[in-house]
């Protein structure tokens, strides 16, 4: 089975602060790492090569440094990886982003299942799944809970939703974007870190996947950031200290004061 | 010519753009500009993004500027109208539909457009009556045995033919699991931009176009974001932000049913839905939720947490540093990487307040934050918070409420 995983280096966005004096984005000590709902698609796809026989490949489209992030999915299992960079690729939104993985995938002789994260956490648009599929002409199914099976081409999953889960049947080629839920990551083996250490990342330019250059980054983009502002911070309401029974009576009365009652259902 | 330049003779080597960079792709390494001894902003190709943080920065100077050569769009001036995607599933609108037709009726009073929406689906023309009634003035409608509700192959494929041809200049849908996977598959069929998620819509007065915004980098900061050349401008909206439209006393809109377009046979196959029975973990559509994070210390301590939203009628949250260690699944999850929610009450207990979990949950009506450390950002966003052991006070919290009921006998919600 030939598993593709696409994956985004991000920069660490739990770290990310805002200085509240001057207003702005401190990115000093923020680390780039694998965006972390790619991380159980890596663990997924070794998971199923496990399972099924086959090979990962680790996709990501980026600047350079991106390999960085590559050389770790091979740490973590896969089998070898490819960094799609180019200066035609700068400036991509998520429909050129799409475009030119998808040609990348083609180039490389296609897939059987292509795994990623429901969103990258930078962007957090989870869009460039469904585009992949889209220019590939397969099917996807997003936010991904459970493979359960996969038999004669076809791929029962678990599709989380807002009120439960589906399950859903596909036929490969498909494309599926996976939630936490779905596995826990194992750490890198000693071998993978070697592997690592030792692995080839091969550079794909846009000529080199033969893709259209009118539909690559920012001029394959139709949407453009007009402006970027911090949010207005709020305002913080009241505080009560002091021992717990005191501070919960002083907070009921509080609601009641403001016409709130919280009660059951049931 | 490069895509991102440094004007010299405009930049005074202030360093903002250095700041504003999130990818650290800014120095002061150029020649003296227009500052005596201040060198100017040199931006390393290999690592821009060209995302314009920086231009946005340096309004003031102008020493930064993003050139593009947009790819063919389609020709925009054909293009007129606002257009909704009417998601149903399990014989339900979606909850988020009347939320997107008020957003879009808002649109209209600076676009003077009709509002339409777009509703595929099998035996979806009871929706009608109920889609007419927010006002809207027409419903372009599929209804055909071969479109299931959780084919959306053939609903993208459906939903795109019917905008190809009807032309609407705006198309939105709700931030949904499904709106957020049916969209983008029917942005890439038909090659226009689409924003994810987005917590604001208005129309630029100069120019008419849709100015999209949205928190990006975990809700650090908010991106307002257009789509200049290709049609229709696409956006998904965040679910329980706008405000749902108010029913109209006479509906006047017509519903013009769609049946040249042929209906394919859908590659996906729907096995079926399992709903989550507990009352505790539909966290979108709750009054009431009670959540928990680091400060919960241990699984087992989720009781207090469940006691008082059972007490409450309530839903259970959790911050993603409890979900990450293990102690409850991932569909309990608030926050960038979770859920958003906006119910009437939030109650955060030992939650720290990370931007991350605050941009899941700030908009709701009151919050209610329980934290040892009075320093902790949730106590920024709550309306009301205590300071202390929650331990101590959840239990507190839960004994009042049932007692409060007990006086009042029949209970209601809120």
Same mark, same amino acid.
């Given at each position: 089975?030939? +598993?593709?995983?696409?994956?985004?280096?991000?920069?660490?966005?739990?770290?990310?602060?805002?200085?509240?004096?001057?207003?702005?984005?401190?990115?000093?000590?923020?680390?780039?790492?694998?965006?972390?709902?790619?991380?159980?698609?890596?663990?997924?796809?070794?998971?199923?090569?496990?399972?099924?026989?086959?090979?990962?490949?680790?996709?990501?489209?980026?600047?350079?440094?991106?390999?960085?992030?590559?050389?770790?999915?091979?740490?973590?299992?896969?089998?070898?990886?490819?960094?799609?960079?180019?200066?035609?690729?700068?400036?991509?939104?998520?429909?050129?982003?799409?475009?030119?993985?998808?040609?990348?995938?083609?180039?490389?002789?296609?897939?059987? +299942?292509?795994?990623?994260?429901?969103?990258? !956490?930078?962007?957090?648009?989870?869009?460039?799944? *469904?585009?992949?599929?889209?220019?590939?002409?397969?099917?996807?199914?997003?936010?991904?809970?459970?493979?359960?099976?996969?038999?004669?081409?076809? !791929?029962?999953?678990?599709?989380?939703?807002?009120?439960?889960?589906?399950? +859903?049947?596909?036929?490969? *080629?498909?494309?599926?974007?996976?939630?936490?839920?779905?596995?826990?990551?194992?750490?890198?083996?000693?071998?993978?870190?070697?592997?690592?250490?030792?692995?080839? !990342?091969?550079?794909?330019? $846009?000529?080199? !996947?033969?893709?259209?250059?009118?539909?690559?980054?920012?001029?394959?983009?139709?949407?453009?950031?007009?402006?970027?502002?911090?949010?207005?911070?709020?305002?913080?309401?009241?505080?009560?200290?002091?021992?717990? $029974?005191?501070?919960?009576?002083?907070?009921?009365?509080?609601?009641?004061?403001?016409?709130?009652? +919280?009660?059951?259902?049931? | 010519?490069?895509?991102?330049?440094?004007?010299?003779?405009?930049?005074?080597?202030?360093?903002?753009?250095?700041?504003?960079?999130?990818?650290?792709?800014?120095?002061?390494?150029?020649?003296?500009?227009?500052?005596?001894?201040?060198?100017?902003?040199?931006?390393?190709?290999?690592?821009?993004?060209?995302?314009?943080?920086?231009?946005?920065?340096?309004?003031?100077?102008?020493?930064?500027?993003?050139?593009?050569?947009?790819?063919?769009?389609?020709?925009?001036?054909?293009?007129?109208?606002?257009?909704?995607?009417?998601?149903?599933?399990?014989?339900?609108?979606?909850?988020?539909?009347?939320?997107?037709? &008020?957003?879009?009726?808002?649109?209209?009073?600076?676009?003077?457009?009709?509002?339409?929406?777009?509703?595929?689906?099998? /035996?979806?023309?009871?929706?009608?009556?109920?889609?007419?009634?927010?006002?809207?003035?027409?419903?372009?409608?599929?209804?055909?045995?071969?479109?299931?509700?959780?084919?959306?192959?053939?609903?993208?494929?459906?939903?795109?033919?019917?905008?190809?041809?009807?032309?609407?200049?705006?198309?939105?849908?709700?931030?949904?699991?499904?709106?957020?996977?049916?969209?983008?598959?029917? =942005?890439?069929?038909?090659?226009?931009?689409?924003?994810?998620?987005?917590?604001?819509?208005?129309?630029?007065?100069?120019?008419?176009?849709?100015?999209?915004?949205?928190? =990006?980098?975990?809700?650090?900061?908010?991106?307002?974001?257009?789509?200049?050349?290709?049609?229709?401008?696409?956006?998904?909206?965040?679910?329980?932000?706008?405000?749902?439209?108010?029913?109209?006393?006479?509906?006047?809109?017509?519903?013009?049913?769609?049946?040249?377009?042929?209906?394919?046979?859908?590659?996906?196959?729907?096995?079926?839905?399992?709903?989550?029975?507990?009352?505790?973990?539909?966290?979108?559509?709750?009054?009431?939720?009670?959540?928990?994070?680091?400060?919960?210390?241990?699984?087992?301590?989720?009781?207090? %947490?469940?006691?008082?939203?059972?007490?409450?009628?309530? =839903?259970? &949250?959790?911050?993603?540093?409890?979900?990450?260690?293990?102690?409850?699944?991932?569909?309990?999850?608030?926050?960038?990487? /979770?859920?958003?929610?906006?119910?009437?009450?939030?109650?955060?207990?030992? %939650?720290?307040?990370?931007?991350?979990?605050?941009?899941?949950?700030?908009?709701?009506?009151? %919050?209610?934050?329980?934290?040892?450390?009075?320093? =902790?950002?949730?106590?920024?966003?709550?309306?009301? /918070?205590?300071?202390?052991?929650?331990?101590?006070?959840?239990?507190?919290?839960?004994?009042? %409420?049932?007692?409060?009921?007990?006086?009042?006998?029949?209970?209601?919600?809120?």
């Amino acid at each position: 089975m030939k +598993i593709f995983v696409c994956i985004k280096q991000v920069p660490d966005t739990t770290n990310v602060r805002i200085n509240p004096e001057t207003n702005t984005l401190v990115r000093e000590g923020v680390q780039s790492i694998i965006n972390p709902f790619d991380v159980y698609a890596i663990e997924e796809g070794v998971r199923l090569k496990e399972k099924h026989g086959g090979t990962v490949t680790v996709i990501t489209m980026g600047p350079p440094q991106a390999a960085e992030a590559l050389r770790e999915a091979i740490g973590l299992g896969a089998d070898n990886a490819y960094l799609v960079s180019d200066r035609a690729f700068a400036g991509a939104d998520t429909l050129a982003t799409a475009f030119a993985l998808a040609c990348a995938i083609r180039h490389l002789g296609g897939a059987d +299942i292509i795994l990623m994260g429901r969103q990258a !956490i930078d962007g957090d648009t989870g869009q460039v799944g *469904p585009g992949v599929a889209e220019n590939l002409d397969i099917s996807h199914v997003t936010d991904i809970r459970k493979i359960e099976e996969i038999v004669d081409g076809r !791929i029962v999953v678990e599709r989380l939703l807002e009120e439960g889960y589906a399950r +859903i049947a596909a036929r490969l *080629p498909v494309v599926l974007t996976v939630v936490k839920e779905i596995n826990t990551p194992r750490m890198p083996s000693l071998k993978g870190k070697l592997a690592a250490k030792k692995a080839e !990342i091969p550079v794909l330019k $846009a000529s080199d !996947i033969g893709a259209d250059v009118e539909r690559l980054g920012l001029n394959g983009s139709p949407t453009q950031v007009m402006k970027i502002f911090t949010p207005p911070k709020p305002g913080g309401g009241r505080k009560f200290t002091g021992e717990p $029974a005191d501070t919960v009576s002083a907070l009921l009365s509080e609601l009641t004061a403001a016409g709130i009652t +919280i009660k059951g259902a049931h | 010519m490069d895509p991102i330049r440094v004007i010299v003779q405009n930049c005074v080597g202030c360093n903002l753009c250095v700041k504003s960079c999130a990818y650290d792709a800014i120095t002061l390494s150029g020649p003296v500009g227009a500052r005596e001894g201040k060198p100017t902003a040199v931006i390393d190709l290999v690592k821009c993004t060209l995302c314009g943080a920086c231009v946005e920065a340096c309004k003031r100077y102008k020493a930064i500027v993003i050139t593009r050569s947009t790819f063919k769009g389609q020709d925009i001036t054909k293009y007129s109208g606002i257009c909704v995607l009417a998601e149903h599933r399990r014989g339900k609108l979606a909850s988020v539909v009347p939320e997107i037709i &008020g957003a879009a009726r808002e649109l209209q009073k600076d676009l003077s457009a009709p509002v339409s929406a777009i509703l595929v689906g099998n /035996g979806v023309r009871k929706y009608t009556d109920e889609l007419l009634s927010y006002g809207v003035d027409e419903v372009w409608m599929i209804d055909h045995p071969d479109v299931g509700d959780f084919d959306e192959d053939v609903q993208a494929e459906l939903v795109a033919q019917i905008l190809m041809e009807k032309k609407p200049e705006i198309f939105l849908g709700g931030g949904t699991v499904v709106g957020r996977s049916l969209l983008p598959r029917v =942005a890439a069929k038909i090659l226009t931009g689409l924003t994810a998620d987005c917590t604001e819509l208005s129309i630029d007065q100069s120019t008419m176009l849709l100015r999209q915004t949205r928190p =990006a980098f975990g809700g650090n900061i908010m991106a307002t974001i257009l789509t200049q050349n290709h049609r229709p401008q696409m956006a998904t909206v965040r679910h329980k932000v706008m405000k749902p439209a108010e029913k109209v006393a006479a509906p006047q809109g017509k519903v013009v049913e769609i049946t040249h377009i042929p209906v394919p046979k859908s590659k996906l196959e729907f096995i079926e839905f399992v709903e989550e029975k507990t009352a505790t973990v539909n966290l979108v559509e709750a009054d009431v939720i009670v959540s928990g994070g680091r400060g919960i210390k241990d699984p087992k301590n989720f009781a207090l %947490i469940e006691k008082l939203a059972l007490a409450t009628g309530g =839903a259970v &949250g959790a911050s993603r540093a409890a979900v990450d260690a293990g102690w409850i699944p991932y569909s309990h999850q608030v926050g960038q990487t /979770g859920k958003t929610v906006k119910p009437k009450v939030y109650i955060a207990c030992g %939650i720290s307040g990370a931007i991350q979990h605050l941009v899941g949950m700030q908009d709701s009506e009151l %919050i209610i934050a329980i934290n040892r450390d009075r320093e =902790a950002p949730i106590f920024e966003v709550a309306t009301f /918070g205590i300071v202390g052991d929650l331990f101590k006070i959840v239990p507190a919290i839960t004994e009042q %409420i049932r007692k409060q009921k007990a006086r009042r006998g029949t209970p209601r919600v809120c």
